[in-house]
C-alpha cells in the first residue's frame, strides 16, 4: 500500500478544515438558536432630555472666626429663626470629646427609655412582630426620602423593638449593666460644653453643601433669564470649583426652587405655562419629582429654543446639594410589552410576535402603539384570545419562524 508523502497529507488536512468551516457556516447560518424574552408591562415616556441649572433661594453661613466649628444639625433639617446650627470650641480635642459625650448621652437615654418601657410591660410576639414590621417600613420611607435624622429616629425605634422582642422570648439582655457602664462614661465627659453657639436669623432648610454659586442668580427674577444668561450659567458652574470648606453650610429659605434649561421649542408643543409634570434625575434613578411648568411652554415666535422653568416644593439634603443636573421631563407615558423591532413580523396581513409554547411557536397579534429606531411598544389587551399573554416568552431572534412549528 503506498504511503502519502509529507506534502499529501498537509493537502489533505487543509481540505478537511475547509470543508468543517464550509459545514459549520452553513449550519450557523441556517440553524439559529431562538432567543426569546418574557413580556411584562413596560412604561415608555415621551420625554425632553435636558440639562437643568438649579436655581434656590438661599444663603450661605459662615463659621466662626476662631475656633472650631461644628453644625450641631444634620442636612436636610429645618431651623427656626434664632435657632442653632452650630457650636464653637476652643479646639478640636474639645470639639471631639463634646461629640463623644453626645453620643453616650443619646445612647444612654435610649435604654433608659427601653428600661421604663419594659418594665411591667404585659406584651406578646405577634404584636410585636406587627410592629416590628411596620417600623421596617417606616425606615425605609425615611431612607427613601433621604431624611437624616428621619432615618436615624426610625433606626433607634426599630432597634429598640426588636430588643423588646429579645426579651419577651427569654433572651438575655442586662439593661442595667449597660445603663451603669454609660453612666460612668458620661460623668467622665460631663464638663465638656461648647464655648458659644452661632444661630440664624432666617428660617429654612440646612445643608452642608455649598458651591459659590449661592448668591449668583437672582431667585427673584428666573423668568427673566434669557437663554444665553443660561447656557452661560451652565458653564460657568462646570469651570468652578466647589467651594464646600469655604462656609459652615447654607440655608435654603424658600421652599419654592426651580430647574432652568434650554430646549428644542418643538418638544414643549401641547405643554402649556401651569402644568404639573413629572421630572426624573438621570443621576438618581430612584428620584423622581412632580414639577411646576413656570414658564417657557409658549416659545417666542421663530425661537428653535426656549428657557424652560419648573418648579417644586420638595425639598430634602440631596436636592439641596445638587447645582446642574441631567433630567428627564415625562410629557406623558404608554403602558405595553416592549420588545426589539426585530421581534416584530406579519403573518396573514397582521402585525405580531411569535412566542414559544411548550416548544411549539405561535403567533401573537399585537398592535404598535409606540416605535424607536431599537424598540417598539405593544399594546396589551387581555381580552384579545390571540394577542400576547403577560409571560409568554416572545422570540426576539431566530430562523423560519411560523405559527404552529414545532422548536426542538
Not at 452553513?26 to 438558536?33: L, N
Not at 449597660?178 to 460631663?190: A, E, H, N, T, V
Not at 418643538?266 to 402644568?275: T, Y
Request: proline content about 2%.
Amino acid at each position: 500500500m503506498p504511503k502519502l508523502k509529507r506534502d499529501d497529507i498537509a493537502i489533505v488536512i487543509a481540505v478537511l478544515v475547509i470543508a468543517v468551516y464550509i459545514i459549520f457556516q452553513f449550519y450557523s447560518v441556517s440553524h439559529v438558536e431562538l432567543e426569546t424574552q418574557t413580556a411584562t408591562l413596560t412604561t415608555v415616556y415621551n420625554k425632553i432630555d435636558a440639562t437643568a441649572l438649579v436655581v434656590r433661594d438661599e444663603h450661605t453661613l459662615d463659621a466662626a472666626a476662631s475656633g472650631v466649628t461644628v453644625p450641631c444639625i444634620s442636612d436636610g433639617d429645618k431651623v427656626r429663626v434664632d435657632g442653632n446650627v452650630a457650636m464653637t470650641f476652643s479646639s478640636a480635642d474639645e470639639a471631639k470629646k463634646f461629640s463623644q459625650y453626645a453620643d453616650i448621652t443619646r445612647e444612654l437615654k435610649y435604654y433608659e427609655n427601653l428600661e421604663s418601657m419594659t418594665v411591667g410591660q404585659v406584651g406578646n410576639v405577634e404584636t410585636l412582630d406587627s410592629e416590628i414590621a411596620a417600623k421596617t417600613d417606616e425606615y425605609i420611607r425615611a431612607t427613601a426620602k433621604l431624611s437624616t435624622s428621619g432615618v436615624a429616629d426610625r433606626s433607634s425605634e426599630l432597634n429598640e423593638t426588636i430588643l423588646r422582642r429579645q426579651m419577651l422570648i427569654g433572651e438575655n439582655v442586662d439593661l442595667v449593666s449597660i445603663i451603669q457602664d454609660l453612666r460612668k462614661q458620661q460623668q467622665s465627659y460631663s464638663g465638656t460644653k461648647p464655648s458659644s453657639y452661632i444661630k440664624t436669623d432666617v428660617s429654612g432648610v440646612f445643608s452642608s453643601f455649598t458651591d459659590g454659586f449661592e448668591q449668583s442668580f437672582d431667585y427673584s427674577k428666573i423668568t427673566e433669564m434669557k437663554l444665553g444668561d443660561v447656557k452661560k450659567a451652565l458653564k460657568k458652574v462646570d469651570s468652578k470649583t466647589n467651594e464646600s470648606g469655604k462656609y459652615l453650610g447654607k440655608l435654603v429659605t424658600s421652599y419654592q426652587w426651580y430647574f432652568l434649561c434650554a430646549v428644542p421649542s418643538d418638544s414643549v408643543k401641547g405643554l402649556e405655562n401651569g402644568n404639573t409634570i413629572q421630572v426624573a434625575l438621570k443621576n438618581s434613578d430612584d428620584t423622581v419629582i412632580n414639577m411646576q411648568i413656570i414658564s417657557g411652554a409658549q416659545p417666542e415666535a421663530g425661537a428653535k429654543e426656549t428657557v424652560l422653568v419648573l418648579g417644586s416644593s420638595t425639598m430634602n439634603s440631596k436636592l439641596a446639594s445638587i447645582r446642574k443636573e441631567d433630567i428627564e421631563i415625562r410629557i406623558d407615558s404608554k403602558e405595553g410589552i416592549k420588545v426589539p423591532s426585530a421581534a416584530l413580523h406579519v403573518e396573514d396581513g397582521k402585525k405580531g410576535v411569535y412566542a414559544l409554547i411548550s416548544s411549539q411557536i405561535r403567533f401573537r397579534e399585537a398592535e404598535v402603539i409606540y416605535s424607536d429606531e431599537d424598540y417598539v411598544l405593544l399594546k396589551f389587551d387581555p381580552e384579545n384570545g390571540n394577542g400576547i399573554r403577560l409571560y409568554d416568552k416572545i422570540i426576539i431572534q431566530g430562523k423560519g419562524l411560523s405559527d404552529g412549528r414545532v422548536y426542538t
